[in-house]
């Protein structure tokens, strides 16, 4: 495992202090051991929703049809 973090590469990030110690105390008697893990972990949520919205492909024409229908059946159109 350790040769595996050596491996890894990181880089720092600032912070500002007082949004250190809130996440410290946020954490305390949970899963995570560090500061940073914590940030990693909601970083990583974050960057793989914004992912996940862009590579959800927009309405086709045809589904756009389709709702439009819907919509009229229902009378909202």
Request: glycine fraction near 2%; charged fraction near 35%; hydrophobic fraction near 30%.
């Amino acid at each position: 495992m350790n040769e595996e973090k050596q491996r890894r590469k990181y880089t720092t990030v600032s912070i500002p202090v007082s949004l250190y110690e809130r996440i410290k105390d946020l954490i305390k008697d949970t899963g995570f051991k560090s500061v940073s893990d914590y940030v990693t972990y909601v970083l990583r949520e974050i960057v793989a929703m914004h992912e996940a919205e862009r590579s959800s492909e927009p309405f086709t024409e045809e589904d756009v049809e389709r709702i439009k229908q819907k919509l009229k059946a229902l009378g909202y159109l």
